[in-house]
């Protein structure tokens, strides 16, 4: 048969410890508030501050931590897995860009505002949002006419490729080769230049100042701290062959929860203008409510 007969797919979710799972749900809600509030406060931040011009995984797995029949429909698989990819690609290609602009900001910083104009700034968001949209589709077009004749049990709490196909009636080796070069060489690979370039950075402005290169360090470290946040799970759960499901669960968990909270930490707290802009921000909102 060439169509799936499978209307919807049961998670095994987490775990099945009562403890554990009051834990996970604890843990899970407070980071994901967190992180939301936090990203909010920054969106609002640029948003009133004219010099300053993640949520496809978490609310699923804190909805399906306490129920013992955890599905999802078909549909809302595969549209899991399109929001998860295109978000990654997304994400993926903007690491570059920050990348490429702390390396103009750093070496070249007499021509940082020519080259890093508003016009390629647009420039790169249009084409980061293009690349995770068609890293999502290509995958996703293969995917989506698989036939899944059962089971519909996916040892996990969320829908991506690997789990996804492993569940066709068919050969998928072909299939699982080309996710796994798509989406995992491609994170190694961008992993790599990313370190790669970071390094590039730090051995130029070493070679001019050894005190600029103290100060680039400290930026730097932040963007490292990210780069290794987001590609570490990424390739571990598309490039080893054997995967541990106890380890990818875990490192989903942190990938989704833990890491859009660190990430609006590290966005604010280690940045001047942030930290300057939300002041700003705050006392206005302090005066507002007294007025008001």
Not at 53 to 61: C, G, N
Not at 258 to 282: D, G, H, Q, W
């Amino acid at each position: 048969m060439n169509h799936s007969m499978v209307s919807e797919f049961v998670f095994l979710g987490l775990t099945n410890s009562w403890e554990i799972q009051l834990l996970l749900f604890m843990f899970s809600s407070v980071f994901y508030m967190a992180s939301m509030l936090g990203n909010s406060l920054i969106v609002l931040t640029v948003m009133m501050n004219p010099h300053l011009h993640s949520s496809v995984i978490s609310p699923k797995m804190i909805y399906d931590i306490f129920r013992k029949h955890k599905v999802i429909s078909f549909g809302g698989c595969i549209a899991q897995i399109f929001f998860i990819h295109i978000i990654g690609g997304v994400e993926m290609v903007l690491l570059i860009a920050m990348a490429f602009d702390r390396y103009v900001a750093i070496c070249k910083p007499l021509h940082y505002f020519t080259i890093m104009s508003r016009k390629m700034c647009l420039l790169l968001l249009v084409a980061a949002w293009i690349i995770g949209f068609i890293h999502s589709v290509v995958q996703l077009g293969f995917v989506v006419k698989l036939p899944i004749c059962g089971p519909n049990i996916i040892d996990s709490f969320y829908c991506d490729f690997p789990r996804f196909i492993r569940l066709a009636c068919t050969d998928t080796f072909r299939l699982e080769s080309m996710v796994t070069a798509n989406s995992g060489f491609i994170s190694l690979g961008s992993f790599f230049i990313l370190i790669v370039s970071y390094i590039f950075i730090l051995i130029t402005v070493r070679k001019h100042s050894s005190g600029s290169s103290s100060k680039a360090l400290s930026t730097l470290s932040t963007h490292v701290m990210v780069v290794i946040l987001f590609f570490g799970p990424c390739i571990f759960v598309y490039i080893w062959p054997h995967s541990m499901s106890h380890l990818d669960k875990f490192l989903v968990v942190s990938d989704a929860v833990l890491t859009p909270f660190l990430n609006s930490v590290i966005y604010t707290l280690r940045n001047k203008e942030m930290k300057v802009a939300m002041k700003k921000v705050c006392s206005q909102f302090i005066i507002y409510r007294r007025i008001s």
